[in-house]
């Protein structure tokens, strides 16, 4: 995530939990600048979770340092979504992960592009995903001149 210096780069290589492939994911400017300062704040960085949970035994078995689980992602999307002043219900880590490939498809309409950003195998997953339907692709059809 970290550049050799310690500058949080703009790009930064995941592998998905469900499938295995390796995602890209593209970092914005006020992404990258409140990562750059969480690390330097909590000494995460190199050789840590970026993210650690703060439970170090389970069972009187030393874990030692653990990504947060994501029952803890769940529960901070939804207290960073009340600090907001938003309906906490209204979001999840799903749909924020949906609302940018969402964006994205809206200002390109680039199933694509979007099938590639999120991993899917295929293109029929991704507009399942978006929740793009026949009436809409027909109607995206129609309205596209050619001439």
């Given at each position: 995530m970290t550049d050799s210096?310690?500058?949080?780069?703009?790009?930064c290589s995941t592998t998905q939990q469900k499938t295995n492939?390796?995602?890209?994911?593209?970092?914005g400017e006020t992404t990258r600048e409140a990562l750059q300062t969480w690390i330097e704040v909590s000494g995460?960085?190199?050789?840590?979770y970026l993210f650690s949970s703060r439970t170090k035994r389970y069972n009187r078995i030393e874990l030692g340092q653990q990504p947060i689980s994501q029952i803890q992602y769940q529960r901070l999307v939804k207290?960073?979504?009340?600090?907001?002043?938003?309906?906490?219900?209204d979001?999840?880590?799903?749909?924020?992960?949906?609302?940018?490939?969402s964006a994205i498809?809206?200002?390109?309409?680039?199933?694509?592009?979007?099938?590639?950003?999120?991993?899917?195998?295929?293109?029929?997953?991704?507009?399942?995903?978006?929740g793009i339907e026949q009436a809409k692709a027909l109607d995206?059809?129609?309205?596209h001149k050619m001439f």
């Open positions: 210096q310690g500058i949080v780069r703009g790009e492939k390796v995602v890209t994911v593209n970092l995460n960085g190199k050789d840590k207290s960073w979504m009340e600090l907001l002043g938003v309906a906490a219900d979001y999840s880590t799903h749909s924020l992960r949906k609302t940018k490939a498809y809206d200002a390109t309409k680039n199933v694509e592009a979007v099938r590639q950003l999120l991993g899917h195998a295929s293109v029929a997953a991704t507009s399942a995903y978006l995206i059809a129609k309205n």
